[in-house]
């Protein structure tokens, strides 16, 4: 038995009409679809319209668990370490480049937006998890080897153990969140989001600390200096670490590995980014770190801003591939895939919703989105890594024509 896109449901023997619409003046200004290639004909009260399945898209509670600890054990730590005015100067001042760094991850995640809960989950692992882990390795590892306060102690630290401590705590977050929310990790991009905004979260208490000790041994001009280093010349620094992993692992995604085929490249992505975090630190232990931030790190910058360029063309094009076979079998015109494949193209639509009666700007972003997730929802039932992808597609065919006939209802 194959599945048929244009009926979720099961096969249909009858051959689907061929759709070659005309030129129209919007995407979707044109006449509604034939009965047997939509789902319905008449406009459906949103009460009918089906909810996407969350199986699979969010973190079990047990993750939920271990933050609460992690978070219990980080706050006393501050509170007794560090102190609460401090602290609270610290946290003030981490919040500037952490709020610079959720605004650009934003800016990658509109294409196909993640599961709020997810992102969430990600900057709290980061934030509470990762560091959390950190500080009981660092401590674990002074008690076993002993404390030693010297120049090539503290270089070793920095650019080795650091490195694969740090970015393993990490790695483990991202890792997870693939294994347990496996229908919303798609590809590299989505990789990216999460490992990004688990570097974030790990930046964010990790600045706390350095901005507090800045704070207590030199005033503000400390404070201010190590704000600039960290806050401003280097916020994405471990969002860049982070992503690596991430992207190791949504390559794996858009293959169809599962969890246990995807821990060679979970492993690989990690090395990655424990590269790239040595180096980063080696170039402010051994070398003239403004010189190589100009040289070196800004060049890797750049690099990975086009890279992210590069993904979000592919994720686009992998998108009007995807919506073709459901135009091929009458769900949408080749004018609406246009619409749905191109950032251009989703401006003009919601453009146009804005002059339909009563502004029906949020029908159309729902269109959008809906008509994205199916996209990705199609990609994973090719691959075979998602055996509930069909259900996926049910739902968001239905979502797709329910809205579109709101669209134009009177």
């Not at 004909?41 to 079990?60: M, Q």
């Not at 670490?241 to 492993?267: C, D, E, K, N, Y």
């Amino acid at each position: 038995m194959t599945f048929d896109p244009a009926r979720p449901d099961g096969p249909d023997p009858s051959p689907r009409p061929t759709l070659t619409p005309p030129v129209f003046a919007s995407a979707l200004a044109q006449p509604r679809v034939s009965d047997g290639a939509q789902i319905a004909a008449a406009p459906v009260s949103p009460a009918a319209v089906p909810v996407t399945p969350r199986a699979g898209r969010t973190a079990p509670i047990w993750i939920v668990g271990i933050l609460v600890l992690f978070l219990v054990a980080l706050v006393g730590y501050f509170l007794t370490a560090i102190g609460p005015a401090a602290s609270l100067i610290g946290m003030v001042l981490a919040l500037i480049p952490l709020a610079g760094v959720l605004v650009a991850v934003r800016l990658v995640d509109r294409w196909e937006p993640e599961p709020r809960g997810l992102l969430v989950l990600a900057v709290a692992w980061g934030a509470v998890a990762a560091v959390g882990i950190t500080l009981g390795v660092d401590l674990a590892l002074s008690l076993v080897l002993g404390v030693e306060d010297s120049p090539m102690a503290d270089a070793f630290s920095a650019v080795v153990q650091a490195p694969i401590v740090e970015e393993f705590a990490k790695g483990l977050g991202v890792y997870l969140i693939f294994v347990t929310a496996r229908r919303a990790f798609d590809g590299p991009v989505d990789g990216i989001v999460y490992g990004a905004l688990v570097g974030a979260g790990f930046a964010f208490t990790e600045n706390i600390q350095y901005f507090a000790v800045s704070f207590i041994e030199g005033g503000v001009a400390d404070a201010s200096a190590t704000f600039f280093v960290r806050g401003i010349l280097s916020p994405f620094a471990h969002v860049m670490f982070t992503s690596i992993t991430g992207f190791a692992l949504g390559l794996a995604a858009r293959r169809g590995a599962r969890a246990g085929r995807a821990v060679g490249p979970w492993v690989l992505g990690m090395m990655g980014a424990m590269m790239l975090h040595a180096l980063w630190n080696g170039s402010a232990v051994f070398g003239d770190f403004f010189g190589l931030y100009l040289t070196l790190q800004v060049p890797l910058f750049v690099g990975f801003i086009l890279g992210i360029v590069a993904l979000r063309r592919e994720e686009a094009r992998l998108t009007r591939s995807r919506l073709g076979d459901y135009a091929a079998a009458g769900w949408f015109t080749p004018q609406e895939v246009d619409m749905l494949a191109t950032g251009s193209g989703r401006k003009a639509a919601l453009a146009w919703a804005r002059t339909l009666r009563g502004d029906r700007t949020p029908l159309m972003k729902q269109f959008i989105a809906d008509a994205t997730a199916l996209a990705a929802a199609r990609q994973r039932a090719i691959t075979g890594r998602d055996p509930n992808a069909r259900e996926d597609e049910h739902v968001l065919l239905t979502r797709t024509a329910s809205t579109r006939a709101q669209m134009f209802a009177l």
